[in-house]
């Protein structure tokens, strides 16, 4: 695959990027999945546009600073260029970190169960994750080490693991997973709990092979947190599944 360039227009003399089109769809398409949804989880419509409003822009910043602390020499001393996210530089597990706060804060405040809403997103999330990526792809960023794998992308006469692509179906695939896992769901929280370790779990090995990767010391930063990840959610769903089996199990005998 060879990226056709980072613009895909110019207007007024602006380069509109292709980086901030795909992302833009990837989060106007999750939002309409997540609204259309929400009745069906006991949220309003009316609650799910005020927490795109607060989770959304959170997200963003949450994204925008992890990327910026792993690679503060970029920005030392050019602290404007902090704000520019025209040429890319946003990081998931940034994003997620910062959502998932702004969304337990806000069902705090409007008294709803924060395992509905993030049950809710969580398959949206994949989603946008799957398109998302292929911002990457036109920003020529996030790809792996050379090979000659017949999919690979092409860069600067080179060919590299198209790491963006692996993340972006296996993300699509997550999405139509959790999608129908939804429909027999047997606790709050299952479905995020799903996609954070199943996700986590993909990410561990496609960091591996890619060579743009935030570092924590000597270690892929992505790959420490997706260890804990994986370890921590597994032990929530554990716990939550045998909660849940017990208190089925005690309504059993009431009734």
Same mark, same amino acid.
């Given at each position: 695959?060879?990226?056709?360039?980072?613009?895909?227009?110019?207007?007024?003399?602006?380069?509109?990027?292709?980086?901030?089109?795909?992302?833009?769809?990837?989060?106007?398409?999750?939002?309409?999945?997540?609204?259309?949804?929400?009745?069906?989880?006991?949220?309003?419509?009316?609650?799910?546009?005020?927490?795109?409003?607060?989770?959304?822009?959170?997200?963003?910043?949450?994204? &925008?600073?992890?990327?910026?602390?792993?690679?503060?020499? @970029? /920005?030392?001393? *050019?602290? =404007?260029?902090?704000?520019? !996210? %025209?040429?890319?530089?946003?990081?998931?597990?940034?994003?997620?970190?910062?959502?998932?706060?702004?969304?337990?804060?806000?069902?705090?405040?409007?008294?709803?169960?924060?395992?509905?809403?993030?049950?809710?997103?969580?398959?949206?999330?994949?989603?946008?994750?799957?398109?998302?990526?292929?911002?990457?792809?036109?920003?020529?960023?996030?790809?792996?080490?050379?090979?000659?794998?017949?999919?690979?992308?092409?860069?600067?006469?080179?060919?590299?693991?198209?790491?963006?692509?692996?993340?972006?179906?296996?993300?699509?695939?997550?999405?139509?997973?959790?999608?129908?896992?939804?429909?027999?769901?047997?606790? &709050?929280?299952?479905?995020?709990?799903?996609?954070?370790? @199943? /996700?986590?779990? *993909?990410? =561990?090995?496609?960091?591996? !092979? %890619?060579?743009?990767?935030?570092?924590?010391?000597?270690?892929?930063?992505?790959?420490?947190?997706?260890?804990?990840?994986?370890?921590?959610?597994?032990?929530?769903?554990?716990?939550?599944?045998?909660?849940?089996?017990?208190?089925?199990?005690?309504?059993?005998?009431?009734?």
């Amino acid at each position: 695959m060879v990226t056709p360039g980072r613009v895909a227009f110019t207007v007024f003399g602006i380069d509109i990027m292709w980086y901030g089109i795909i992302i833009t769809l990837a989060m106007v398409l999750a939002c309409l999945i997540v609204y259309r949804k929400a009745p069906s989880y006991g949220i309003t419509e009316d609650d799910i546009l005020t927490a795109f409003i607060i989770c959304i822009p959170a997200g963003v910043i949450g994204a &925008r600073l992890y990327y910026v602390a792993f690679n503060w020499s @970029l /920005y030392d001393g *050019e602290l =404007f260029h902090i704000l520019n !996210l %025209r040429t890319g530089g946003l990081a998931i597990h940034g994003g997620l970190i910062a959502g998932l706060l702004a969304a337990v804060i806000f069902c705090n405040a409007k008294r709803i169960p924060a395992g509905e809403v993030i049950d809710l997103v969580a398959p949206s999330i994949a989603l946008a994750q799957a398109i998302g990526r292929w911002g990457n792809f036109f920003n020529e960023e996030a790809y792996g080490a050379q090979t000659d794998f017949p999919i690979n992308v092409l860069i600067d006469g080179q060919t590299y693991h198209a790491t963006f692509l692996y993340e972006s179906v296996w993300c699509f695939l997550l999405f139509l997973a959790l999608m129908a896992v939804s429909r027999k769901r047997k606790f &709050r929280g299952q479905i995020f709990l799903l996609y954070a370790i @199943l /996700y986590s779990v *993909e990410r =561990f090995f496609v960091e591996a !092979l %890619r060579s743009d990767s935030l570092m924590l010391g000597m270690l892929k930063q992505a790959q420490v947190i997706s260890i804990a990840i994986i370890a921590l959610g597994i032990v929530c769903y554990v716990v939550l599944y045998r909660k849940e089996k017990t208190k089925a199990h005690y309504n059993y005998l009431k009734y």
